[in-house]
């Protein structure tokens, strides 16, 4: 059996796996982000006492971090996080910091692309061609695969920060974004609720009516994405996404919003298992890395 | 030299063309596009009066279609027109009806994706991997290129039916699209206008304040295609865009509503380079048919 290595950095915690796909895995430690220098030490820490405790070689490495990130492996930054708002992060030459002390080949993508390709490989995802995977919680991102891989284009898509319908008055709630106010993730995100509503998303009971403006703003979007990428199936994970309650109204909100337009069976007489939570659940970005070392391994991507 | 057959069928006249490249076009001819039957058939009579009158063998044809058009080659409807509302249109046979009656293989997408393909070999694409070709006339269109090829899907992008601000306060106008109001096609297509200041687009003078407000919802469009794909470039074509002034005020536009968000030297500081007409001028279409035509001769699609 060959066997992975996975590092899932986000905005809080970093993910930290061994594995040979989601059924057999090695090992797994979840680590705060802090300061980018005490992150990586701990990330190096990790898979080096696995090296020390193991007699098990590893054949690749899959990374994929919250960005924005540099994609570019011709650019003299490739790995490095960009111009995210984390203090501390600006900059950070994440991928080319871990990758210099390791002795094995590595891949590297963003955080929502991984989950995609994991979704892909072993989750809600496997039978489709071209699909997305979206998640909403602190923020909002998206990943998304066709003609074989993860759309990366100029820097990535940032499909949080598109143009939204808002009446403002039915929500005068002007969105937190601080470039774009109420794109997707300006009036959608669990600090937009918070903000909206002030209390935290998950104080809110599932039948506040918090839920079903979120589930219309949801619905916007994937409107907006069904006409932008034609996807065979939509994944939705994330904290927000925990709220049940979300999926049917969304279900409904999206074939309204349609209006019959797009003249599909998987739309039309399937929407409960075209938009659907993530087969790997909350592991779909960490799986999504091991998903991304294999492939890599073996000359998929 | 390989010659190349192309068919471009548009909603009001349909091109055709025998050609290598756009240096070397052998025949070109516009027929008007009426019903089924009467079109395949002026079709049919374009080449089969070049082989009457030519010693030139075609390798391959490639057929751009408007649409919606069924793209999936296991379909027992591959390559009809589907829900059309084009009177007489809706689930014609179009590729299984021309391709019988001519002894060459042909190759089958919509008009747009081809466009794209043509703008990618030959025109303003070139040297991008990831890109979009969109089209706004009588209604509003686009192809996205990405990871070696045109987005497909489920059915195929439509991109023209995105969720757009709207402001009602500022533009009572309600949209015109009968599926969604104020979609970007409802909001921006040469009958929207039309519809909202009471005259026909090219009526309009350039310093009409009705194309401030046009170039605002294209820009709007462009972000949200910007971060739906993360192009490398974004081409601009159609009768609409004719209209030389829409540039500079798309351009302008399009970087006040990313607000900085998306840090690529090609957006911030090569707005013009980034935002462009079609090097194809308004034959982008026919010559993508033409181009898609010698990919597929090449085993490259």
Not at 7 to 17: D, L, S, Y
Not at 195 to 216: F, G, I, Q, S, V
Not at 223 to 248: A, D, K, N
Request: include cysteine.
């Amino acid at each position: 059996m060959e066997y992975f290595g996975g590092i899932e950095t986000g905005g809080t915690k970093v993910n930290c796996m061994v594995a040979s796909d989601p059924e057999h895995v090695l090992a797994y430690e979840r680590i705060p982000t802090t300061t980018p220098d005490k992150t990586i030490g701990d990330i190096l820490a990790f898979f080096h006492r696995f090296q020390a405790e193991h007699e098990v070689k590893l054949e690749t490495i899959g990374l994929g971090s919250f960005g924005p990130v540099d994609l570019n492996p011709n650019s003299p930054t490739y790995g490095y996080i960009t111009s995210t708002p984390k203090p501390g992060w600006q900059n950070a030459p994440l991928l080319p910091a871990i990758a210099k002390e390791l002795d094995i080949p590595f891949i590297f993508d963003n955080d929502v692309n991984a989950a995609a390709i994991g979704e892909h490989l072993w989750g809600a995802a496997q039978d489709s061609q071209t699909f997305m995977y979206i998640t909403i919680g602190t923020g909002v991102g998206g990943g998304i695969f066709t003609n074989g891989a993860a759309i990366h284009g100029l820097v990535h898509p940032e499909v949080g920060h598109i143009c939204m319908p808002h009446d403002l008055q039915k929500d005068p709630f002007p969105g937190w974004c601080p470039f774009h106010a109420d794109c997707f993730e300006g009036l959608t995100a669990g600090p937009a609720m918070e903000k909206r509503w002030n209390t935290r998303a998950e104080n809110l009971a599932p039948d506040h009516p918090a839920w079903e403006l979120e589930a219309w703003y949801i619905a916007s979007a994937l409107r907006t994405f069904i006409c932008c990428y034609s996807p065979e199936r939509i994944i939705l994970g994330g904290g927000v996404m925990q709220q049940e309650t979300l999926f049917p109204m969304v279900r409904k909100f999206t074939l309204e919003l349609l209006n019959g337009y797009v003249q599909s069976p998987a739309i039309l007489e399937s929407i409960d298992s075209y938009i659907v939570p993530p087969g790997l659940g909350d592991k779909a970005g960490i799986y999504g890395c091991i998903a991304m070392a294999r492939l890599f391994k073996e000359g998929k991507i």
